[in-house]
């Protein structure tokens, strides 16, 4: 069963909802033919990738061209992720560090001609994650390879790319999505279904989702797989209890699993701690920084409830904090998110 997140993205710029400001100069992109290195920011699920990949689309009729590299993967997830990833199967050696194969990755990339093109767009996800290292590399090949690559950052976190980078490019905010906006794609992908949406199960979406279309396209799914096959050819019906249901098994194993690692470590249960970090970033694909945020929000409703004493949650906010500082510049961001939870319990 294919994503919907996928099938449905758009494919032109006229296609991405609530991003008015940045289509306007996008498409004056596109009568002009050619694009400047770009930065877009803004929350998670609002469109940034989905403009650049359209951008690609209608400028070479394909995305031969147009290269997307996930900066958390390759410095939070590091080695392994490097490894495994067929793409980078070539470029991996074992002894070289996560920096040294990503400049090789980028310098074979950028090195390559563009197929049929005057240029190629090269596209960085969740660029906050790019270490300092990587910045200062990538900035030099910005400037060696200025005509045949356009270099795209998408990030939630401007301020953590450095100067240089930015002063290279051209910065387009891309706003939360309203839940009329959440609730026109919704809709949207619905009709392609052939679903009928309760009003309980669109209020449930769209509350959860909080502007993000990416988790309403992914609880539509899900809702709709735990849903009953329609009879003959009527449309499937997707009820209320459906939507909670999917969020339950999608995102309530998540803040269980949260809950538990935060209680092990506050604890001081080292071995189960390592086990449940282990899970949460190998089983479940919680980045660090994901896990950082998650923590982040477990303190605060401990501390609110009264559960966690407030001096002793300030601390762990601070520890939180730092640590969140050092992932900009360090080669393994799980060495630090690790060591921060060790010393939660002394505090």
Same mark, same amino acid.
């Given at each position: 069963m294919s994503l919907w997140i996928e099938k449905y993205r758009p494919r032109t710029l006229s296609g991405i909802v609530g991003q008015d400001a940045a289509v306007r100069v996008g498409t004056r992109f596109l009568e002009s033919g050619s694009i400047p290195n770009l930065l877009l920011w803004g929350p998670r699920g609002v469109g940034k990738f989905s403009f650049a990949r359209a951008l690609a689309l209608e400028l070479h009729g394909d995305l031969e061209n147009f290269i997307s590299l996930d900066a958390s993967n390759i410095f939070?997830?590091?080695?392994?992720?490097?490894? @495994?990833?067929?793409? =980078?199967?070539? =470029?991996?050696?074992?002894? #070289?560090?996560?920096? &040294?194969?990503?400049?090789?990755?980028?310098?074979? =990339?950028?090195?390559? #001609? +563009?197929?049929?093109a005057d240029f190629k767009i090269i596209f960085f996800s969740n660029a906050e994650a790019l270490t300092l290292d990587a910045q200062h590399a990538l900035r030099r090949t910005m400037e060696r390879y200025s005509k045949t690559c356009r270099f795209v950052?998408?990030?939630? *976190? +401007?301020?953590?790319?450095?100067?240089?980078?930015?002063?290279?490019?051209?910065?387009?905010? =891309?706003?939360?999505?309203? &839940?009329?906006?959440? @609730?026109?794609?919704?809709?949207?992908? #619905?009709?392609? @279904?052939?679903? *009928?949406?309760s009003a309980d199960a669109l209020r449930l979406i769209k509350a959860r989702a909080d502007g993000n279309a990416f988790v309403a396209i992914s609880l539509l799914q899900a809702a709709a797989a735990l849903s009953a096959a329609p009879a003959g050819g009527e449309r499937q019906y997707v009820s209320g209890d459906a939507v909670r249901l999917a969020i339950e098994k999608s995102y309530g194993a998540d803040a269980a699993e949260i809950e538990a690692l935060l209680s092990h470590a506050l604890e001081g249960k080292h071995e189960a701690l390592r086990k449940k970090f282990r899970s949460l970033l190998d089983n479940r694909g919680v980045s660090c920084r994901e896990l950082l945020e998650c923590l982040q929000d477990a303190v605060k409703r401990r501390a609110a409830a009264g559960r966690i004493p407030v001096e002793k949650a300030t601390h762990i906010l601070l520890k939180i904090s730092d640590v969140d500082a050092r992932l900009c510049e360090c080669l393994n961001a799980e060495i630090h998110v690790e060591e921060a939870l060790a010393s939660f319990s002394a505090l």
């Open positions: 939070e997830i590091g080695k392994k992720y490097l490894a @495994e990833e067929r793409r =980078f199967r070539l =470029f991996y050696e074992e002894r #070289a560090s996560v920096i &040294d194969t990503f400049k090789r990755i980028i310098r074979e =990339f950028t090195a390559l #001609a +563009p197929i049929n950052f998408s990030t939630t *976190k +401007p301020a953590k790319i450095i100067m240089p980078l930015r002063s290279r490019c051209l910065m387009l905010h =891309f706003r939360k999505l309203s &839940d009329e906006h959440v @609730e026109s794609i919704v809709r949207r992908v #619905a009709s392609g @279904e052939r679903l *009928k949406l």
